[in-house]
């Protein structure tokens, strides 16, 4: 019988089951819903660790709206961005880049954003992206992300809206990498430390 690697196997710890991350997605898409009911939103996803999160989010959204108000309700222009992210715990790049996006064809000038994003750890990432943003003169900007590491913040990063926080252990799953893998686990879980000491 032929055996598999399984990627589960370099996983020390599961923070979060898919069933906990569903119910607070849930959670998270119905507070959206109501701040920003009858309003438009332009809903920019942070690829590309954000997006299995935003894409699941966004459904909720959907899905909550037509139960309450039997349609959609939300204004919601989606639009994404890809940055180039540090994913190797013990040489983080300290000047991320921004390598593609938002789409030109949508204004940003005098409209509401919501930044949907992974996780927040040190906050380089969200800081550069928010003063990129800014550039834009949209009305608002607010940032909704999966995961803080508040513990690691370098700067203030203010978050309304945010999963689940963590403490500084480096975590994979529901879209997080380490070097590309581990994204499609569908739970968050603490990489062992070995797996990203040891392997090129
Ligand atoms: P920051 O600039 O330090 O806030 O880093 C943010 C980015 O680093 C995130 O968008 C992630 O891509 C990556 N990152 C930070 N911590 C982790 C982690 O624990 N697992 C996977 N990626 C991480």
Redesign the pocket.
């Known amino acids: 019988m032929a055996s598999y690697r399984c990627l589960d196997e370099d996983i020390a710890e599961i923070l979060f089951s898919e069933e906990v991350i569903g119910r607070r997605i849930k959670e998270l898409a119905e507070q959206i819903l109501e701040e920003y009911k009858n309003r438009e939103l332009i809903w920019l996803t ?1 690829m590309k ?1 954000a997006d299995n999160f935003s894409y699941r989010l966004r459904e909720e959204v959907a899905r909550s709206s037509v139960e309450r108000y039997e349609g959609l309700v939300v204004d919601l222009i989606p639009d994404l961005i890809i940055m180039s ?3 190797n715990p013990d040489n ?1 790049s300290e000047e ?1 880049v921004t390598i593609l996006g938002p789409d030109p064809m949508i204004r940003y000038k005098g409209r509401e954003v919501l930044v949907v ?10 800081k550069y992206l928010l003063e990129h943003l800014g550039r834009k003169e949209p009305a608002e900007i607010k940032v909704c992300s999966l995961l803080s ?1 508040p513990g ?1 913040r370098r700067v203030e990063i203010p978050l309304a809206y945010c999963g689940f926080e963590v403490e500084d ?4 799953g529901f879209g ?3 070097k590309q893998r581990y994204r499609e686990l569908p739970y968050i879980g603490v990489l062992k430390p070995e797996v990203y000491t040891l392997r090129e």
Not at 169 to 172: E, G, L, N, Q
Request: hydrophobic share 45%; no cysteine.
């Open positions: 942070v660790g992210l540090f994913s983080p991320p994003e992974d996780i927040v750890d040190r906050g380089l990432t969200m590491k690691k252990k480096f975590v994979v997080l990498d380490f």
